[in-house]
């Protein structure tokens, strides 16, 4: 993802793409939600709002301390046991978190075993006919490699194919939504995104020639910020 260490802003590319899952979420008229890997419980204040009961799991303790200070139900955990009953609540969403998990499979067996109607799923998404957005995926990878380097866990995103076949049966009933609002990707977010990414490495050698040529295409204006692709995947027909 490209906003790892962007200042809040409203109608920044990340609540966009935030708005756009929590409509299609509320669109489904959820009883009750599970968002596993909740992060700092954005969706849970979103359900909230709306007078959905919703909880989150998630292993960060700075998060679920923010979580908790803001009233959210969170408990800290792993997507993999999930410490529920089966079918405990209605639908269960994981938000640009499978590219996080270092066992996917495991998570979504848990996701679908907890939920009773199905799961909402999204990833991070390119739209690759756009040049915008074949330099957004540079940028991603390059991004990942320093985590990854700092010994954080950051995958490539998964694709919706990806996603379906990780489920433990093949599903009943699939939605695909791909999303980008192509803006311009600012010199000084990817800067703060860069400095997150890196944290106390340097750049590595292999690297430097990659960072000089995105810096030079954004500072140009032709990278645009990464969309998402949101999959809802139904136990019913
Ligand atoms: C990119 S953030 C997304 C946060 C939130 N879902 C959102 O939409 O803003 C990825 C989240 O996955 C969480 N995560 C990482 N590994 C996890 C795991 N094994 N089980 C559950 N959550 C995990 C991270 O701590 C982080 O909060």
């Not at 793409?17 to 596993?36: K, T």
């Not at 959905?52 to 139900?73: F, H, K, L």
């Not at 075993?113 to 991070?124: D, H, N």
């Not at 957004?136 to 380097?149: G, H, Y």
Request: charged content about 25%; aromatic content about 6%.
């Amino acid at each position: 993802m490209l906003h790892k260490g962007r200042l809040l802003a409203m109608s920044s590319n990340r609540d966009i793409l935030l708005a756009r899952f929590v409509r299609r979420l509320l669109a489904l008229e959820p009883g009750s939600v599970l968002d596993v890997g909740c992060g700092r419980g954005q969706l849970l204040a979103a359900c909230a709002a709306a007078g959905v009961r919703a909880e989150g799991i998630e292993p960060d303790a700075d998060c679920v301390a923010d979580c908790r200070a803001a009233g959210r139900t969170v408990r800290r955990g792993d997507a993999a046991p999930l410490p529920f009953a089966d079918a405990s609540f209605e639908w269960v969403t994981l938000r640009h978190v499978p590219h996080h998990l270092g066992e996917p499979r495991a998570a979504l067996t848990e996701a679908w075993r907890v939920a009773s109607q199905g799961l909402l799923i999204a990833e991070p998404w390119y739209d690759t006919s756009l040049p915008s957005q074949a330099f957004a995926v540079r940028i991603d990878r390059l991004l990942k490699r320093f985590d990854r380097a700092r010994g954080m866990f950051h995958a490539e995103v998964l694709s919706p194919h990806a996603l379906i076949e990780l489920l433990p049966v093949p599903p009943a009933d699939i939605e695909i939504e791909a999303f980008v609002k192509p803006t311009r990707y600012a010199p000084d977010e990817f800067e703060l995104d860069v400095m997150a990414s890196l944290g106390q490495l340097d750049v590595p050698e292999e690297d430097r020639a990659e960072l000089r040529e995105l810096r030079a295409a954004i500072k140009s204006g032709a990278v645009t910020d990464n969309g998402t692709v949101i999959l809802r995947i139904g136990k019913d027909g």
